[in-house]
């Protein structure tokens, strides 16, 4: 059974920095990809990164690429989304996915995605 858990979300003022952190279990394909996405009241589910677990090839979405970095531990089965200069806009619920293979052509499709964690709060604060 996979099980995907997300934590690190909390209240951050802007321009202000947060890491989360989503440890996997019982992913047992040759490879695949951890993606973060996010959504906010009232808007549609937005793709943020993704980070293929053999190679660490990493994709960002245009809307956070210079601020967020997607990382791996290998040895902790765990993924973080380290996110500086948080916006207004960055707030949301984040949420960890895992898909099978790597992150290559839909990672940005949630329904590319087998496997969800419970999501974890982002507030930033003006």
């Known amino acids: 059974q996979v099980e995907l858990v997300e934590s690190g979300g909390g209240l951050v003022q802007v321009g202000g920095s947060l890491t989360l952190s989503c440890t996997a279990s019982?992913?047992?394909?040759?490879?695949?990809?951890l993606g973060w996405f996010r959504q906010a009241p009232g808007k549609e589910r937005e793709a943020v990164s993704c980070?293929?677990?053999?190679?660490?090839?990493?994709y960002v979405h245009d809307s956070v690429k210079g601020r967020f970095t997607i990382k791996r531990d290998n040895a902790k089965n765990t993924v973080y989304l380290q996110m500086n200069g948080l916006k207004p806009e960055d707030e949301a619920m984040y949420f960890c996915?895992?898909?099978?293979?790597?992150?290559?052509?839909?990672?940005?499709?949630?329904?590319?995605?087998?496997?969800w964690g419970q999501g974890t709060q982002v507030t930033v604060s003006s």
């Open positions: 980070i293929t677990w053999r190679s660490g090839l990493t």
């Open positions: 019982g992913l047992t394909y040759e490879d695949y990809a």
């Open positions: 996915a895992g898909k099978p293979l790597d992150c290559s052509g839909a990672w940005t499709s949630g329904n590319a995605y087998k496997h």
